[in-house]
């Protein structure tokens, strides 16, 4: 080959083998740097193992309990042997001042609420130590609830027997307030319903009545 054919070859290939070049040195440029980046940190996805939860503790301000508080130790051995199943006739209530008397149902949802007065699972049953828990809808069970006074008496009646509660409180609170169900260390009933009772639609308070239970 000719010197003048040679150099016609090198000037064609000359831009592409000078890119070609560029190229090869800026990818080990990149390597170099990226071999200097810490590895990123694994992600750590939640436990489905459920944590355990704490056990309630004596003090002058009880603490609100959780969403989800476990059963209290004395349920099925204080008053009751079994304890009822979701929906299950448990009782009546009777506010005597009032005249009023309706059925409770182990259960707080919709299906048991339709039909009464439903009990909260977390709490106690009537007439056991501790908080007993019994929620109503304030356009049906419990529209009157206002109109109880402290002095007055709750009649529950259960398998169990007839426990009189004397009423010792009313008050309002927001709905979200959790201090409503804190264990207590004698037998107490709570009777809870939405607040203000003439208001349309959905509420964001609650109204309290609390009774200490009278006797045995």
């Known amino acids: ?79 009751y042997p079994i304890r009822p199943d979701y929906g299950q006739l448990i009782g009546t209530i009777t506010l005597q001042n009032l005249g009023l008397s309706w059925p409770i149902h182990e259960g707080t949802t919709d299906l ?14 009537p007439g056991e130590n501790d908080n007993s828990v019994l929620s109503g809808h304030r356009a049906t069970v419990f529209n009157r609830l206002g109109e109880l006074r402290v002095g007055q008496t709750i009649l529950v009646r259960t398998v169990a027997g007839t426990f009189t509660y004397r009423i010792t409180g009313t008050r309002i609170v927001l709905r979200t307030d959790r201090t409503v169900i804190v264990h207590t260390p004698h037998a107490v009933l709570t009777l809870t319903t939405c607040y203000p009772f003439n208001a349309i639609g959905l509420t964001t308070h609650a109204y309290i009545v609390s009774a200490d239970l009278e006797r045995y």
């Open 1 to 79: 080959m000719s010197r003048f054919l040679l150099s016609k070859v090198l000037l064609h290939w000359a831009p592409g083998l000078i890119a070609i070049g560029l190229s090869l040195c800026a990818w080990a440029i990149v390597e170099i740097q990226l071999s200097q980046v810490p590895q990123a940190l694994p992600i750590v996805l939640p436990s489905k193992t459920p944590m355990p939860t704490a056990k309630p503790t004596s003090s002058a301000n009880p603490t609100p309990t959780p969403s989800v508080d476990p059963l209290p130790s004395n349920v099925g051995t204080a008053v």
């Open 112 to 125: 048991q609420l339709s039909r009464g007065v439903g009990h909260f699972r977390t709490s106690v049953l």
